[in-house]
């Protein structure tokens, strides 16, 4: 998964503290990557779509905890903010992670 790839070499060459996983509840609702540090709880869930539907929203609104931040990375060109959740473009997204505004200690 490129995603996975990039948030691994990402945390890893700049020596980011916390824990890289994902979240799922029962097979009924899940959220592709969850990264935490403490108090921290960023949700990043990635679709294979060019256009956002409301339905990618479902893990975010399953979670238990409240996230710090939430991201959706997809394959279509506008970003967008739905709620609290940042829809982001794959490319724009890789960006902002590499610019040190995804995942912030």
């Not at 238990?64 to 394959?75: E, G």
């Given at each position: 998964h490129v995603i996975f790839n990039e948030l691994s070499s990402y945390i890893y060459y700049n020596n980011i503290k916390g824990e890289l996983g994902f979240w799922?509840?029962?097979g009924k609702s899940e959220i592709d990557f969850v990264w935490w540090y403490g108090d921290k709880i960023i949700g990043i869930e990635v679709k294979l779509s060019k256009k956002f539907k409301?339905?990618?929203?479902?893990?975010?609104?399953?979670?238990?905890?409240?996230?710090?931040?939430?991201?959706?990375?997809?394959?279509?060109?506008?970003?967008?903010?739905?709620?609290?959740?940042r829809v982001l473009p794959f490319e724009i997204f890789v960006k902002r992670l590499y610019n040190d505004k995804i995942i912030l200690t």
């Open positions: 799922n509840n029962d409301k339905e990618f929203l479902k893990g975010f609104k399953s979670f238990p905890k409240n996230l710090h931040s939430k991201y959706i990375v997809y394959t279509g060109d506008e970003e967008l903010l739905i709620d609290d959740v």
